[in-house]
């Protein structure tokens, strides 16, 4: 099975063995990432969709096809493992893709794409015809906005319950954590936490415990919404700006995050996002700092991350970075290897472009 690791995509695989490929969104299009034989090092297989800046990358599971949404562009998608694309967007009004999730809707696999601006758009025939569900902005929208320019709200996230797909949970970055119970025919808006929402991570085995990453640190809640505890700030020692959290599906009291030390506005002056990987064994109650091959506060942001469990005592975890690295650990984030180095930036938007400047 191959694993896909990009800003928008999914993050959290369950496979029967150690997958021997990793699809890596960049900004100039698709890396096929292959293991060397042996399973020593990883070298770079092929490319596509060059010139592309890939926000998202999904593989839909009951085709295998290979779906990747595009910053000001589009959505593509491949049914012969990437060496053909078709441009599918039918139905698209809005060309600027954040996010893509799949989801099993009665019995058929459906697929959503999220957008700037903030819509969302879902498709049951694999990208022909999309529809857009539109009660996602009859909700409040008078404070969503993005402290960048143009100053305009994306959909940055899309989960879903894990026991009923039409319970969605859509991020909106800088605009709240929006929730619908009837597939997205309504939503309503979540308080408790932080406006500027990234990351809605849901414990499979606890569905009412979900975590919220944001641009004020790590929201937590036990009951399902109702209340909220702020996990960490803006000062916490594992970084005051999280966006990626990751569950272990089948110990879901591991948890890791990967958080730069301050927010993209400080990068601009700085050019260092001091980004670290912290990990929890106690359903983050307490953290420790990840090194072992591992930088400590990396100069890039970690812009995509993923968590493979294969089925053993251990698990693997992939990172890449707004300056064009990927890191590896096949035991569980105790050991790093950085895999590759000199790709395009792993980014959201222009993330990149206070980081490889200087």
Excluded at 147 to 158: L, R
Excluded at 187 to 206: E, K, L, S, W, Y
Aim: glycine residues 12%.
């Amino acid at each position: 099975m191959a694993l896909t690791l990009s800003h928008g995509g999914d993050t959290i695989f369950s496979t029967a063995s150690r997958s021997e490929e990793v699809l890596v969104g960049t900004k100039e299009g698709i890396v096929f990432l292959k293991r060397n034989v042996g399973g020593s090092g990883w070298s770079i297989a092929r490319r596509a969709l060059a010139n592309k800046h890939i926000h998202a990358v999904i593989i839909e599971p009951d085709s295998g096809a290979i779906i990747a949404g595009v910053t000001e562009d589009t959505i593509y998608i491949s049914e012969d493992n990437g060496e053909t694309w078709e441009r599918r967007d039918d139905g698209i009004t809005q060309h600027d893709i954040y996010s893509l999730a799949a989801a099993k809707v009665n019995g058929k696999t459906r697929i959503f794409a999220g957008t700037q601006p903030a819509h969302l758009f879902y498709s049951d025939d694999l990208g022909r015809h999309w529809t857009e569900l539109t009660a996602l902005r009859s909700v409040d929208t008078s404070d969503w906005t993005f402290p960048g320019p143009p100053h305009v709200a994306h959909t940055k996230h899309i989960n879903f319950h894990p026991e009923d797909t039409n319970t969605m949970f859509i991020g909106i970055e800088v605009g709240g954590l929006q929730k619908s119970t009837d597939g997205g025919q309504t939503f309503t808006r979540i308080h408790g936490m932080d406006t500027d929402v990234h990351r809605t991570v849901i414990n499979p085995a606890d569905p009412n415990r979900i975590y919220i990453t944001g641009g004020d640190g790590i929201y937590v809640t036990s009951d399902g919404c109702e209340t909220w505890e702020h996990l960490t700030t803006t000062e916490h020692d594992l970084g005051g700006y999280p966006d990626f959290l990751l569950l272990h599906p089948r110990k879901p009291e591991v948890v890791l995050v990967a958080a730069a030390h301050h927010g993209p506005g400080s990068w601009r002056e700085s050019h260092f996002a001091g980004t670290r990987i912290s990990r929890s064994n106690d359903a983050g109650k307490t953290w420790e700092t990840l090194g072992n091959g591992l930088p400590d506060r990396m100069k890039g942001s970690v812009e995509a991350m993923c968590l493979e469990d294969w089925g053993g005592d251990t698990f693997s975890v992939f990172a890449a970075t707004a300056t064009g690295e990927v890191w590896c650990s096949d035991d569980g984030g105790d050991h790093w290897e950085e895999i590759m180095t000199g790709l395009a930036p792993i980014s959201k938007g222009n993330h990149y472009a206070s980081l490889v400047t200087a």
